[in-house]
Structures are given as structure tokens and as C-alpha cells.
């Protein structure tokens, strides 16, 4: 009931009267004026033309940072600094910092002494690339409001998934565009999500049985099998134009249910429910949701099209998780409702002894699970191991788990209610029945390794990673950076197959997050046994950065 | 197609129902065409709705084929409406060719045939053009949106009627912008920017901002030159030229109740008081900075209100201010005050508490800026506790009135809340009574046509209270007469009020304050006593004679 008199308009003036106001604000200490200078130019990274009005952001030790606007000569230049060192980056709309997987750093580090002017320093920026094209219906007519994404091939927990990495909507003539791309191979997506009337008889409105429909989502090049799609490939500054797509309308169907909780202190908050594709390299690209009103325990997800997918739920109550998911199938008939049930996590008890043989002086640590699996949103049990090795995880979800034992040795073997499990993935069922035991050792080895034709004074670092993949991020991987001589020293490794590859580059680690990558480069790796606490010494070849780099282009 | 639930058959080829003998046939059929309002070619793929007119509502869907052709058949006999939309086009009502006109009522009874039933569309318009900086260079990320100016709570306010970015090039496309006019508007969120290349330590900052502007460079809404877009039009190089402005700094200082430990986390947000509903809103945390301060580093000197916000175990707490912020800065200190807990009884005279149980709302009056609501229940005994009420103006809601009922009174305290605003300070615990009655007025009647005039007496028809309570938006009631001019409105508020019946009225006209000047003198006013029955004839306002809306 909208109440309103215009005679009377009263004013909010509460705490106004409290309030103080002063001009200009607070007085910081500025920083002193030095003599140092630093200049240089923006560039583009793949013609090495001028860059100008690029925003070069200085910091270090001035406050506040400075900024300056590159010139039409992509000239930038920061004057009376204080020495010392400082990072400087810069930002142009339509331009991305250069980006590899082999560790070139957006923010370049530049010191400078008392009076030194330093001169030439290059930023470079990678012109965006572009992505564009209409979506029409099957008669030719234009669709607007359909999202399209630009999808990259990334990682979670080594499988591979699909990514976002940029989304543009249809305009009214059915056009889009996708800019400041990296780059880069992408997968074009179109989802278009639209919920379109469907022909019906005299229904109420919002009748269940009304009947929608929608657009069929799909990779450019067709389906919803990424194998099967068009990859494109987008150069820096590339123009990729036509990028077309024809939709079908599908029937549109509604999932919908109910929630219920073990206990009913789960349903008194907000109730999350998504339901996303099966797939998990598709999760990124076709997740929609609902929510569920507190105590409504009803939800409703439209505008699905058929597929396998899982539908998960969660709520939080009083910090604990309660969550459920199952795997459905959606045909092309509507889906009867679903019935979904929140489970608090289970407590799961167990006990971590060490080796007879071995003699660990007496530490104090903690056991902790990290899920394997979609959804990432579970909270990560944890538990500190007691004086007599027995811990108590709680609230522990059904689900693929892998161990994480926070004391110095690795587990050698763990069973779960007896059955022996690898303690890299270990299933729970619902209800957690353990005990988990642990058996540790303390017995690990230390690698040496010599970097043969290592530059002189140059840079060596090597990475050390389990041969089985299943075993990798799990704490088993090193990154080392080794002396001028070529000798890198790596303790504590636990037994097993290790591939060891080595490069003249500061810091190749983030190729760890990269299976793929890693696959590619096996033939330019060294297999070495590491037996339990043992000293193993090996000789292992360096690739150039520039090979190594060739390679990676070559898998991009 | 069948539906055996339903027990009737929709057909969508209008093939089908050009044969149909409808004579001894229980049921009606209608059938007509969508076409293209600008060109006249038939419209493909348009949905056609068909809702029943009287409650209870039920609708049906069909599509028109290639030649734009749509049909029903097997309508229980009733009243019906009809709608056509297709994509890119203003929907319509079957019998309004104006969106404000009342929609046309479809008789139909047993056997009727209703064909030739035309829709004509009006395609809708599109502006574009390029954001560039003091340079011509394109401005690439640019929020570009389309407003509306109208009316809210006798205020002069702006509707945001579409929104988008300018892509890598600078441009920007509004789509779909329905014939009217609009004002269009630029900003760039908070964002510091260069303007030299060589900067110098100890010198003044080289950094400016882009302020929100207003086509054509306008920085006010006030002084933009609104566009007329027509059905169908494209309009192109409606360009902005960016002209940095000084940035400046806000810094401040929350000071916290003696109550409250927590030193971090206050919620600060910036509302510009002369922009648009929330335009350019900046906002920041106390704690980041160290203790009670926050500092919002890039807006341009101009007035804005400032609101602090924490939110407690138990309770809320909150302050507001407006500021005039110069170019050079400024440092405010806020002092937080307890949000208010609004508790009071509603009484039900003549009524029974209705089944689903009654809520009682408060949603803010926007003073200060930005939307809230909160609401409870009304428990058995009458009473209800609206809990961490923000020191402003509220309007108050009731949830279900009982039909042909009305809200006799509303007090806040002593203060009469029904026909004035309701101000709640942090210390208010003054009560909230309300009082529903079911013995609202009845206001029945006829429209008439002017002689001479061949027109429709279907009207929009606006009964406005006259005198004292001319201001207060909740007495206005509105309803749409039928073919014959006929009306009814229940649930009025006994009072002295006067009737009108537009040819074309936007549903928002009644909230600016000057909009009955001119129709005043044809206006009789008359009294409506609770629970009585008016009975009156007024007589069409033709279109032609209406101010402009808006």
C-alpha cells in the first residue's frame, strides 16, 4: 500500500546531527622524492608496435602507486623515484598479459639504485582476439538473447574440463562477439536457455502440464560431444568472423521435487539445488540451479533438455553440511519428480600406527580428506591424530576421497572396514563405515640429480612427478630450482616411479597442473625407481626453453 | 491434439478451422492474422494467447503459420482475450492497437465463429553508436543505459528500461527498444584512469575518471535530449564524447554503538543523489584500511548519500547521510544507530482472519536509496514484529485484503500512517496499528461517448480522490470498462473522489502529481460512504484531447 503526502515531505535526518564532515580528508605522509627514474614503452607482443594510452601501474616502495598513460609512442616514464625495487604492469582494453603455462609473469620486476635512470624497459601486451557470428532458427530468423561461450580445455584434480573463458549474448539480429580472447584453441557453446511458449489447450496459468520449449545447446561444428566439435583456433589479435550457428527447438522439461533431510534442522536455511551435466568436462557449460525457499522444500529447474546429468543438493545448518546428489536421466517425455534427500556427513574413525621397523620420534599431526569428485563445495574433514594414533573424522560425505596425512613418512597401506583401499582414492559410502587404519613409514628417499649441459650461470630447475597419473597432486609432485652447476638435491620423496624432466626456465611448475602437457613432453623425460629410504642418483638431460616451448605450441 | 484432461482440442492450422461448421457445435472458434504494423507482410512463428477475461484464468497457446495465419477451435463458450508477441515486435492485445489502451473482450458463445481477427505489430527500434574519449579514441566496457523518465511516489524518477556494454570497438547496440522516448546514458564504474605519461613523484595525481553523461555529453538527466524512437526505427550515432573529471576521494570513519565489539565489516554504499536509481553505486568495508576507517578511493565530486550497514547477531545497525563531496575529498564519520523493530496488531472489523494467515510488509519509500523489504507474520492474537527496521520512510503492505475490503487505518503511534509517510527513526517504538475493513465502496457505472464521436466506450477507467487526500497513491483505484462502458471498482476507501475514463492511460500517469490538472473541470466529484454503492456515467477523454503521458 503505497502512502504518500506530498505537503509533508519529511526529510531523512537521522544522524545528521551526529555526523562530522571535513573537507579535503585525512593528511598521508606522501613519499619523499628520490632521484631514480624508470622508463620504457608498451608494446604489442606479436609486431612490437607502440601501444598508447596502455595504463602502466607502479608499485613498490612509494605510496600511494603510481599510474601513468602510455604516449602514442607507447613511451611511459616514472621520475624522482625512491631506489629500490618495484613491479610494473600495464593494462590496455582489448589487450590481455601475456600468458604460459611455462611462467612468463604479467608484472615485470624493476630495480633501480640511487640516481639510476632506467631506461627500455618493454611491457608487452597480446592484442585480444575475436570470435564472431549470428544465431538463427531453422527458418533464418534471428535469435537474441542466446548465450554463446568461448570454452578452453582446463583441469580440475587431473580430468579435464571445459571452461568459460568468455560469454557473449545474441543481440537482435542474432549477432555476437566474443572479444579479448587469449590465444589459444576454444570450443564455441551455444546455450540459449530460452523458455519458448509451446501450443496448448486451456490450461491455468503455471498449470504443470503446460507444455515449453527451447533451444537445442551445442558446440559450434555441432552436438554436445566436445570430441566431436570444431575447435578454433584464435591467434593474438585474430579475427575469427561467421562463426554461425542454426538452432532446433526442442521440448523444454522441468525437473522438479522435493527435498527432505535426515534430520529436519537441514531444511530451516536456504537449500542449494543444481542440477549439471553427468559429464564433468561439460559441468562448466550447461550447470543451471534452483533454489529452494526455506521450509518450502520444492524446487523446479526448467528449460533442461535431454541427457544424463546429476543433480545435486546441500544446506548449511549451524556449520554443518547436509548434502545429497544422484545421477538422472532426462528423456525426451517430462521426468516424473524427485525426491531428494539431505544426509549430514557421517563420522568415520580409524588410526595411523607406523612400521614396526621403523622408529619415528613421537609427532604430533593430522589426517585430513580431500574430495575427488564433483561438487567441490563439501567442507574437507579433519582430524588431529591423537597420542595413541587414533583420529575421528567427521562429517564426512559419501564420495571419492583422497587421504591426506599431515605427519612426516606417507601412508605405505590404509584399509577401510578391512577392505585394503589406495589411499590416492578412497570410496565412502553413505553411513562411512570404517575404521580407516593407516600404516606410515618414515622411510623415504632423497634423489640427486645432475642437469647435463646445464648453462653456465644460467638458470636449471627440474620437476619430479609420479609415472602413474592417478597419483599426481597428491602431494608426490616437486618443483626444484637447482645451482649454476647443475646439481639439484630432492628429499624425502616416498617410493615409487618418478619422471624427472628438467629446463633452463625459473619456474615451469604450473606444467604440473597440465596432464596433457605432460603427456606430450614423456618422451623428453627420465623414468627413476626411488626404492624405499634409499639415495638414488641420477644423470637426466635438459631441454631448452625454446624446445620446451615449441612443444607446448604445438599441444596448444 | 487432444487434451482428455481439458476435453477440448486447440487446432494450429488455420487450414483447419477455415472449413469448420460451426453451427450446431457446442463450442466457438476464433481465427485472424499477425501481421507487420510498418510493412503489412505476415508475421511467422507469432504466440498467440488466449486467456479467459474473468477469473478463474486459464490460457491457451498457439502459433501462426507462415502466411501469419492463427485459429482456435473448441473454446468453451465465455469471455476471452486474446495477445499476440513475437520476437522484435510490441506485443498486443486483441482490440488495443496502444499498449495504454484497455484490451478488447471476445464474447463467444456456442457455435460463434469469430475470423478475421487482424493484429497489426509494431516492430521494434534499436539505438547505437560509439563511446569515444577526449581524443576520439573508442571507450571499450562502457555501461550504456536506456532510461524512461516517469513518475514514482510524486517524484519525477527515470525507469531503467535497458542496459549493455560497449564491445572492443566502443560501440554499443540497445535492442528492442519499444516507440517512445528515452534518454540515453553512459558511465564507467569507479574506475581511475592516466592521463599523462610521465608522472613524477611529489606531484600532484595525473589520475581523472569518467563521470555517468548523458546523450548528447549531458551531466545531468535533466539536461539530456531525449530521443523519439518510432516503431521500427534504427537509430544510429547516438555517440558520447567522454571528458575526464577530477577524481575524489571519500574517507571516513564508522563509529560503532557501545554495545557492539566488532570493529570490521561495516558495509558502506554510495548512492549519487542525482542520478538514476542506482547509478554509479560504489561501496566498501570498514577494516581493510585498519580499525573503523574505509576509504572509497575513485568517485567524481558531486552529491551523494552515504549509508553505513552492519549487520549484527541480533540486531542490524545503520547510518545515513548525504554529502556534497568536493574535488578535494572528504572524511565523514558515521555514527551507527540501532535499526528499529516495528511491532504492532492488525485488526479485522467485519472480516474473518483469512486461511492462508495475513503479512504485514514494509517496503522502503526510497529514502534512503535503494530497495528493501521486510515483512512478518501476523500471528493469531493480531499482533505482528517486523524486526531491524533502517531508519527511513517505508510503506506499509497488508496481505490479503479481504475482497471488497479495504485498509480503514493505519497509525503510527498517534501519527495517521495511511495518508502520510511513515518515518521510522532509530528510536522509534511508538506501535503500528492497522485496521482492515470488509465494507470497502463500490463505484459501478457507465463510460459514454461524446456525440459525435464514433468510439469505443471501453476506457481506462481512473477513480482519483479529490481534495485533501489528492496525494495519497493508495486511494487511487483503476479499472478497465468493457464494450459497452460498463465498470465496477470494490474496496474503496470511503472518501470524496472524481471519476475518469481514458481512451489511452499509462498505468504510472496518476503518480505525478500535475497529471489531472487539466482533465480537473470535467471531473464531478461525489462521496463514497463505507460500504455503499455509487452508481455514475463519465464520459470518454478521446485520446486527442489528452495531454501527452509521460
Given at each position: 500500500?503505497?502512502?504518500?503526502?506530498?505537503?509533508?515531505?519529511?526529510?531523512?535526518?537521522?544522524a545528521?546531527?551526529a555526523?562530522?564532515?571535513?573537507?579535503?580528508g585525512?593528511?598521508?605522509?606522501?613519499?619523499?622524492?628520490?632521484?631514480?627514474?624508470?622508463?620504457g614503452?608498451?608494446?604489442?607482443?606479436?609486431?612490437?608496435?607502440?601501444i598508447?594510452?596502455?595504463q602502466?601501474?607502479?608499485?613498490?616502495?612509494?605510496?600511494?602507486r603510481?599510474m601513468?598513460?602510455?604516449?602514442?609512442?607507447?613511451?611511459?616514464?616514472?621520475?624522482?623515484?625512491?631506489?629500490?625495487?618495484?613491479?610494473?604492469?600495464?593494462t590496455?582494453?582489448?589487450?590481455?598479459?601475456?600468458?604460459?603455462?611455462?611462467?612468463?609473469?604479467p608484472v615485470?620486476?624493476?630495480?633501480v639504485g640511487?640516481?639510476?635512470?632506467k631506461?627500455?624497459?618493454e611491457?608487452?601486451?597480446?592484442?585480444?582476439?575475436v570470435?564472431?557470428?549470428?544465431?538463427v532458427?531453422?527458418?533464418?530468423i534471428?535469435v537474441?538473447?542466446c548465450?554463446?561461450a568461448?570454452a578452453?580445455?582446463?583441469?580440475e584434480?587431473?580430468?579435464?574440463?571445459?571452461?568459460?573463458?568468455?560469454?557473449?549474448?545474441t543481440?537482435?539480429?542474432?549477432?555476437?562477439?566474443?572479444?579479448?580472447?587469449?590465444?589459444?584453441r576454444?570450443?564455441?557453446?551455444?546455450?540459449?536457455?530460452?523458455?519458448?511458449?509451446?501450443?496448448h489447450?486451456?490450461?491455468?496459468?503455471?498449470?504443470?502440464?503446460?507444455?515449453?520449449e527451447?533451444?537445442?545447446?551445442?558446440?559450434?561444428?555441432?552436438g554436445?560431444?566436445?570430441?566431436?566439435?570444431?575447435?578454433?583456433?584464435v591467434?593474438?589479435?585474430?579475427?575469427?568472423?561467421?562463426?554461425d550457428?542454426r538452432?532446433?527447438?526442442v521440448a523444454?522439461?522441468?525437473?522438479?521435487?522435493?527435498?527432505?533431510?535426515?534430520e529436519?534442522a537441514a531444511?530451516?536455511?536456504?537449500?542449494?539445488?543444481?542440477?549439471?551435466?553427468a559429464?564433468?568436462?561439460?559441468?562448466?557449460?550447461?550447470?543451471?540451479?534452483a533454489?529452494v525457499?526455506?521450509?518450502?522444500?520444492?524446487f523446479?529447474?526448467?528449460s533442461?533438455?535431454p541427457?544424463?546429468?546429476?543433480l545435486?543438493?546441500?544446506?548449511?545448518?549451524?556449520?554443518?553440511?547436509?548434502?545429497?546428489?544422484?545421477v538422472?536421466?532426462?528423456?525426451?517425455?517430462?521426468?516424473?519428480?524427485?525426491?531428494?534427500?539431505?544426509?549430514?556427513?557421517?563420522?568415520?574413525?580409524?588410526?595411523?600406527?607406523f612400521?614396526?621397523?621403523?622408529?619415528p620420534?613421537p609427532?604430533?599431526?593430522?589426517?585430513?580428506?580431500?574430495?575427488?569428485?564433483?561438487?567441490?563445495f563439501?567442507?574437507?574433514?579433519?582430524?588431529?591424530?591423537?597420542a595413541?594414533?587414533?583420529?575421528?573424522?567427521?562429517?564426512?560425505?559419501?564420495?571419492?576421497?583422497?587421504?591426506?596425512?599431515?605427519?612426516?613418512?606417507y601412508p605405505?597401506?590404509?584399509t577401510?572396514?578391512?577392505?585394503?583401499?589406495s589411499p590416492?582414492?578412497?570410496?565412502?559410502?553413505p553411513?562411512a563405515?570404517?575404521?580407516?587404519?593407516?600404516?606410515?613409514?618414515?622411510?623415504?628417499?632423497?634423489l640427486?640429480?645432475?642437469?647435463?649441459?646445464?648453462?653456465?650461470?644460467?638458470?636449471?630447475?627440474?620437476?619430479?612427478?609420479?609415472?602413474d597419473?592417478?597419483?599426481?597432486?597428491a602431494?608426490?609432485?616437486?618443483?626444484?630450482?637447482?645451482?649454476?652447476?647443475?646439481?639439484?638435491?630432492?628429499?624425502?620423496?616416498?617410493?615409487?616411479?618418478?619422471?624427472?624432466?628438467?629446463?633452463?626456465?625459473?619456474?615451469?611448475?604450473?606444467?604440473?597442473?597440465?596432464?596433457?602437457?605432460?603427456?606430450?613432453l614423456?618422451?623428453?623425460?627420465m623414468?627413476?625407481?626411488?626404492?624405499?629410504?634409499?639415495?638414488?642418483?641420477?644423470?637426466?638431460?635438459?631441454?631448452?626453453?625454446?624446445?620446451?616451448?615449441?612443444?607446448?605450441a604445438d599441444?596448444? | 491434439?487432444?487434451?482428455?484432461s481439458?476435453?477440448f482440442?486447440?487446432?494450429?492450422?488455420?487450414?483447419?478451422?477455415?472449413?469448420?461448421?460451426?453451427?450446431?457445435?457446442p463450442?466457438?472458434?476464433?481465427?485472424?492474422?499477425v501481421?507487420n504494423?510498418?510493412?503489412?507482410?505476415?508475421?511467422?512463428?507469432?504466440v498467440?494467447?488466449?486467456?479467459?477475461?474473468d477469473?478463474?484464468h486459464?490460457?491457451?497457446?498457439?502459433?501462426?503459420?507462415?502466411?501469419?495465419?492463427?485459429?482456435f477451435?473448441?473454446?468453451?463458450?465465455?469471455?476471452?482475450?486474446?495477445?499476440a508477441?513475437?520476437?522484435?515486435?510490441e506485443?498486443?492485445?486483441f482490440?488495443?492497437?496502444?499498449?495504454?489502451?484497455?484490451p478488447?473482450t471476445?464474447?463467444?458463445?456456442?457455435?460463434?465463429?469469430?475470423?478475421?481477427?487482424t493484429?497489426?505489430?509494431?516492430?521494434?527500434?534499436?539505438?547505437?553508436?560509439?563511446?569515444?574519449d577526449?581524443?576520439?579514441d573508442?571507450?571499450?566496457?562502457v555501461?550504456?543505459?536506456?532510461?524512461?523518465s516517469?513518475?514514482?511516489?510524486?517524484k519525477?524518477a527515470?525507469?531503467?528500461?535497458?542496459?549493455?556494454?560497449t564491445?572492443?570497438?566502443g560501440?554499443?547496440?540497445?535492442?528492442?527498444?519499444?516507440?517512445?522516448?528515452?534518454?540515453v546514458?553512459?558511465?564507467?564504474?569507479?574506475?581511475?584512469?592516466?592521463?599523462?605519461?610521465e608522472?613524477?613523484?611529489?606531484?600532484?595525481?595525473?589520475?581523472?575518471?569518467?563521470?555517468?553523461?548523458?546523450?548528447p555529453?549531458?551531466?545531468?538527466?535533466?539536461e539530456?535530449?531525449?530521443l523519439?524512437?518510432?516503431?521500427?526505427?534504427?537509430?544510429?550515432?547516438?555517440?558520447?564524447?567522454?571528458?575526464p573529471?577530477?577524481?575524489?576521494?571519500?574517507?571516513?570513519?564508522?563509529v560503532l554503538p557501545?554495545?557492539?565489539?566488532?570493529?570490521?565489516?561495516?558495509?558502506?554504499?554510495?548512492?549519487?543523489?542525482?542520478?538514476?536509481?542506482?547509478?554509479?553505486?560504489?561501496?566498501?568495508?570498514?577494516?581493510?584500511?585498519?580499525?573503523?576507517?574505509f576509504?572509497?578511493p575513485?568517485?567524481?565530486?558531486?552529491?551523494y548519500?552515504?549509508?553505513?550497514?552492519l549487520?549484527?547477531?541480533?540486531?542490524?545497525?545503520?547510518?545515513?547521510?548525504?554529502?556534497?563531496?568536493?574535488?578535494?575529498?572528504?572524511?565523514?564519520?558515521?555514527?551507527?544507530?540501532?535499526?528499529?523493530?516495528?511491532?504492532g496488531?492488525?485488526?479485522?472489523?467485519?472480516?474473518?482472519?483469512?486461511?492462508?494467515?495475513?503479512r504485514?510488509?514494509?517496503?522502503?519509500?526510497?529514502d534512503?536509496?535503494g530497495y528493501?523489504?521486510?515483512?512478518?507474520?501476523?500471528?493469531?492474537?493480531?499482533?505482528?514484529?517486523?524486526?531491524?527496521v533502517?531508519?527511513?520512510?517505508w510503506?506499509?503492505?497488508?496481505?490479503?485484503?479481504p475482497?471488497?475490503?479495504?485498509?480503514?487505518?493505519?497509525?503510527?503511534?498517534?501519527?495517521?500512517?495511511?495518508?502520510e509517510?511513515?518515518?521510522?527513526?532509530?528510536d522509534?517504538?511508538d506501535?503500528l496499528?492497522?485496521v482492515?475493513?470488509?465494507?470497502?465502496?463500490?463505484?459501478?457505472?457507465t463510460?459514454?461517448?461524446?456525440?459525435?464521436?464514433?468510439?469505443?466506450?471501453?476506457?481506462s477507467?481512473l477513480l482519483?480522490?479529490?481534495?485533501?487526500?489528492?496525494d495519497?497513491?493508495?486511494?487511487?483505484?483503476h479499472?478497465?470498462?468493457?464494450?459497452?462502458?460498463?465498470?465496477?471498482?470494490?474496496g474503496?476507501?470511503?472518501?470524496?473522489?472524481?471519476l475518469?475514463?481514458?481512451?489511452?492511460?499509462?498505468?504510472?500517469?496518476?503518480?505525478?502529481?500535475g497529471f489531472?490538472?487539466?482533465?480537473e473541470?470535467?471531473g464531478?466529484?461525489?462521496?463514497v460512504?463505507?460500504?455503499?454503492?455509487?452508481?455514475?456515467e463519465t464520459?470518454?477523454?478521446p485520446?486527442?484531447?489528452?495531454?501527452?503521458?509521460?
Amino acid at each position: 500500500m503505497n502512502v504518500m503526502c506530498r505537503a509533508l515531505l519529511i526529510l531523512l535526518c537521522v544522524a545528521a546531527a551526529a555526523a562530522q564532515i571535513r573537507r579535503g580528508g585525512p593528511q598521508r605522509q606522501p613519499t619523499a622524492p628520490g632521484d631514480a627514474g624508470i622508463e620504457g614503452i608498451v608494446a604489442d607482443a606479436t609486431t612490437h608496435e607502440p601501444i598508447k594510452k596502455a595504463q602502466v601501474v607502479l608499485n613498490g616502495p612509494i605510496s600511494p602507486r603510481l599510474m601513468a598513460a602510455s604516449d602514442a609512442g607507447g613511451h611511459f616514464a616514472f621520475r624522482d623515484l625512491p631506489a629500490g625495487a618495484y613491479w610494473l604492469s600495464a593494462t590496455k582494453a582489448g589487450y590481455n598479459q601475456p600468458q604460459s603455462v611455462l611462467g612468463v609473469e604479467p608484472v615485470s620486476q624493476v630495480s633501480v639504485g640511487a640516481e639510476e635512470q632506467k631506461k627500455g624497459v618493454e611491457i608487452d601486451l597480446v592484442p585480444g582476439g575475436v570470435i564472431s557470428g549470428h544465431v538463427v532458427t531453422e527458418d533464418g530468423i534471428p535469435v537474441s538473447g542466446c548465450q554463446i561461450a568461448a570454452a578452453q580445455q582446463s583441469y580440475e584434480q587431473n580430468r579435464p574440463v571445459l571452461r568459460n573463458t568468455q560469454t557473449a549474448n545474441t543481440g537482435d539480429k542474432g549477432e555476437y562477439r566474443l572479444h579479448n580472447l587469449a590465444p589459444g584453441r576454444y570450443y564455441v557453446f551455444e546455450h540459449c536457455r530460452q523458455l519458448l511458449p509451446a501450443a496448448h489447450p486451456l490450461l491455468p496459468p503455471g498449470d504443470p502440464r503446460t507444455p515449453h520449449e527451447t533451444y537445442q545447446p551445442q558446440f559450434y561444428g555441432g552436438g554436445l560431444d566436445p570430441a566431436a566439435a570444431t575447435r578454433l583456433n584464435v591467434t593474438a589479435g585474430g579475427n575469427l568472423e561467421d562463426i554461425d550457428f542454426r538452432v532446433t527447438r526442442v521440448a523444454s522439461l522441468t525437473v522438479s521435487g522435493s527435498v527432505t533431510a535426515s534430520e529436519p534442522a537441514a531444511l530451516t536455511g536456504f537449500v542449494n539445488v543444481q542440477l549439471m551435466p553427468a559429464s564433468l568436462l561439460m559441468r562448466d557449460l550447461m550447470m543451471t540451479g534452483a533454489g529452494v525457499v526455506p521450509g518450502g522444500h520444492r524446487f523446479q529447474i526448467r528449460s533442461v533438455t535431454p541427457g544424463s546429468y546429476r543433480l545435486v543438493a546441500f544446506a548449511m545448518h549451524d556449520g554443518r553440511m547436509f548434502a545429497a546428489q544422484r545421477v538422472i536421466e532426462i528423456g525426451t517425455t517430462p521426468p516424473d519428480p524427485e525426491e531428494i534427500s539431505l544426509a549430514g556427513g557421517a563420522d568415520l574413525q580409524g588410526t595411523v600406527q607406523f612400521d614396526a621397523s621403523d622408529q619415528p620420534s613421537p609427532q604430533i599431526g593430522s589426517i585430513a580428506l580431500f574430495p575427488l569428485e564433483a561438487p567441490l563445495f563439501v567442507p574437507q574433514p579433519h582430524a588431529e591424530v591423537e597420542a595413541d594414533g587414533s583420529f575421528t573424522l567427521t562429517g564426512v560425505m559419501p564420495g571419492h576421497w583422497r587421504l591426506n596425512v599431515g605427519l612426516a613418512g606417507y601412508p605405505k597401506s590404509v584399509t577401510l572396514g578391512g577392505q585394503p583401499v589406495s589411499p590416492y582414492d578412497i570410496p565412502i559410502g553413505p553411513g562411512a563405515s570404517g575404521p580407516l587404519h593407516i600404516l606410515m613409514t618414515s622411510k623415504m628417499a632423497d634423489l640427486q640429480l645432475t642437469v647435463e649441459d646445464a648453462p653456465a650461470g644460467g638458470q636449471v630447475s627440474v620437476l619430479v612427478y609420479p609415472e602413474d597419473a592417478s597419483r599426481r597432486g597428491a602431494g608426490l609432485d616437486r618443483a626444484s630450482v637447482g645451482s649454476s652447476n647443475g646439481e639439484i638435491g630432492i628429499g624425502d620423496l616416498p617410493p615409487g616411479r618418478y619422471r624427472v624432466l628438467a629446463t633452463d626456465l625459473a619456474n615451469p611448475w604450473s606444467l604440473l597442473q597440465r596432464p596433457d602437457l605432460l603427456e606430450a613432453l614423456l618422451g623428453h623425460t627420465m623414468a627413476v625407481d626411488v626404492p624405499e629410504s634409499g639415495q638414488v642418483s641420477a644423470t637426466v638431460g635438459l631441454i631448452p626453453h625454446e624446445e620446451l616451448a615449441k612443444i607446448v605450441a604445438d599441444k596448444q | 491434439m487432444r487434451n482428455g484432461s481439458i476435453g477440448f482440442a486447440v487446432w494450429l492450422a488455420i487450414g483447419g478451422a477455415a472449413g469448420v461448421e460451426a453451427a450446431q457445435s457446442p463450442y466457438a472458434a476464433v481465427s485472424g492474422v499477425v501481421l507487420n504494423d510498418a510493412t503489412g507482410t505476415p508475421l511467422r512463428r507469432a504466440v498467440i494467447t488466449l486467456v479467459t477475461a474473468d477469473p478463474p484464468h486459464f490460457e491457451a497457446v498457439t502459433f501462426t503459420e507462415s502466411n501469419g495465419a492463427f485459429g482456435f477451435t473448441a473454446i468453451p463458450p465465455g469471455n476471452y482475450r486474446l495477445r499476440a508477441e513475437v520476437n522484435g515486435f510490441e506485443r498486443a492485445w486483441f482490440g488495443a492497437s496502444d499498449p495504454r489502451r484497455p484490451p478488447g473482450t471476445l464474447k463467444l458463445a456456442a457455435g460463434d465463429y469469430r475470423y478475421g481477427i487482424t493484429f497489426r505489430l509494431r516492430p521494434l527500434g534499436s539505438i547505437s553508436g560509439t563511446v569515444l574519449d577526449a581524443d576520439g579514441d573508442p571507450v571499450p566496457n562502457v555501461q550504456v543505459r536506456l532510461l524512461q523518465s516517469t513518475w514514482r511516489r510524486l517524484k519525477p524518477a527515470y525507469a531503467n528500461e535497458g542496459a549493455t556494454r560497449t564491445d572492443d570497438r566502443g560501440q554499443y547496440h540497445l535492442n528492442e527498444v519499444v516507440p517512445g522516448e528515452y534518454i540515453v546514458m553512459v558511465m564507467q564504474l569507479n574506475e581511475a584512469i592516466a592521463t599523462t605519461s610521465e608522472v613524477t613523484v611529489g606531484q600532484p595525481a595525473n589520475e581523472k575518471m569518467y563521470a555517468a553523461q548523458f546523450y548528447p555529453d549531458a551531466s545531468r538527466p535533466s539536461e539530456a535530449a531525449p530521443l523519439q524512437i518510432g516503431a521500427g526505427e534504427t537509430r544510429e550515432g547516438i555517440d558520447f564524447h567522454l571528458a575526464p573529471r577530477a577524481v575524489a576521494r571519500l574517507h571516513g570513519t564508522v563509529v560503532l554503538p557501545h554495545d557492539v565489539t566488532r570493529s570490521r565489516g561495516v558495509r558502506i554504499a554510495v548512492y549519487p543523489q542525482q542520478l538514476p536509481d542506482g547509478s554509479n553505486q560504489a561501496g566498501a568495508h570498514t577494516g581493510t584500511r585498519g580499525g573503523n576507517e574505509f576509504e572509497i578511493p575513485n568517485l567524481v565530486a558531486g552529491p551523494y548519500v552515504v549509508e553505513a550497514r552492519l549487520d549484527g547477531a541480533e540486531r542490524d545497525y545503520s547510518a545515513v547521510e548525504r554529502v556534497e563531496l568536493p574535488p578535494g575529498g572528504l572524511e565523514l564519520t558515521l555514527r551507527l544507530e540501532p535499526d528499529a523493530d516495528v511491532n504492532g496488531r492488525v485488526d479485522l472489523e467485519g472480516a474473518e482472519r483469512p486461511e492462508e494467515g495475513l503479512r504485514v510488509a514494509l517496503i522502503s519509500g526510497g529514502d534512503p536509496p535503494g530497495y528493501r523489504r521486510r515483512d512478518a507474520v501476523v500471528k493469531p492474537d493480531g499482533t505482528f514484529s517486523i524486526q531491524n527496521v533502517q531508519p527511513g520512510i517505508w510503506d506499509i503492505s497488508v496481505q490479503p485484503v479481504p475482497p471488497g475490503g479495504y485498509i480503514k487505518s493505519m497509525r503510527l503511534g498517534d501519527q495517521d500512517v495511511l495518508t502520510e509517510d511513515m518515518t521510522i527513526r532509530w528510536d522509534t517504538h511508538d506501535p503500528l496499528h492497522i485496521v482492515v475493513s470488509a465494507r470497502g465502496g463500490v463505484v459501478t457505472g457507465t463510460v459514454t461517448v461524446p456525440k459525435g464521436l464514433a468510439r469505443s466506450p471501453r476506457a481506462s477507467v481512473l477513480l482519483a480522490p479529490d481534495g485533501k487526500f489528492a496525494d495519497v497513491l493508495s486511494f487511487y483505484r483503476h479499472a478497465y470498462a468493457d464494450d459497452s462502458g460498463h465498470f465496477e471498482i470494490k474496496g474503496i476507501t470511503p472518501g470524496r473522489y472524481k471519476l475518469y475514463a481514458f481512451e489511452e492511460l499509462d498505468p504510472a500517469a496518476f503518480e505525478d502529481p500535475g497529471f489531472l490538472k487539466p482533465y480537473e473541470p470535467r471531473g464531478q466529484a461525489f462521496d463514497v460512504a463505507e460500504g455503499a454503492h455509487v452508481d455514475r456515467e463519465t464520459e470518454l477523454i478521446p485520446v486527442e484531447q489528452q495531454a501527452p503521458q509521460r
